[in-house]
């Protein structure tokens, strides 16, 4: 196995180009993203709109090199204080088959 970060950032739909692009441009090459998501923060319960993508929101779970968190979280950040979402840090071990 090999020590990883794993990121786990929930935004509103719209803006999952822009993370997508943060990420590619670390570059982080591993990521999955799950559309769709619902739940509860400081802006209360969220569950979108059935009919278009507006107000849903997308779970990114992310795996980088340590080195990288930094840069990623600072790109990250004003993405978060303007739209609001959230975004955790966590080590993990890779599985290496």
Same mark, same amino acid.
């Given at each position: @196995? &090999?020590?990883?970060?794993? /990121?786990?950032? #929930?935004?509103?739909? =719209?803006?999952?180009?822009? +993370?997508?692009?943060?990420?590619?441009?670390?570059?982080?090459?591993?990521?999955?993203?799950?559309?769709?998501?619902?739940?509860?923060?400081?802006?209360? @319960? &969220?569950?979108?709109?059935? /009919?278009?993508? #507006?107000?849903?929101? =997308?779970?990114?779970?992310? +795996?980088?090199?340590?080195?990288?968190?930094?840069?990623?979280?600072?790109?990250?950040?004003?993405?978060?204080?303007?739209?609001?979402?959230?975004?955790?840090?966590?080590?993990?071990?890779?599985?290496?088959?």
């Amino acid at each position: @196995m &090999r020590p990883v970060k794993r /990121l786990e950032i #929930v935004v509103e739909t =719209v803006e999952l180009q822009k +993370v997508i692009q943060l990420l590619v441009q670390v570059p982080v090459t591993s990521y999955t993203v799950i559309k769709d998501v619902v739940g509860c923060a400081e802006r209360c @319960m &969220r569950d979108g709109d059935d /009919l278009t993508d #507006v107000i849903t929101n =997308v779970y990114v779970m992310a +795996v980088c090199n340590a080195d990288q968190v930094s840069e990623i979280v600072e790109l990250l950040r004003p993405i978060l204080q303007r739209f609001g979402g959230t975004c955790l840090v966590s080590d993990a071990e890779w599985v290496i088959h």
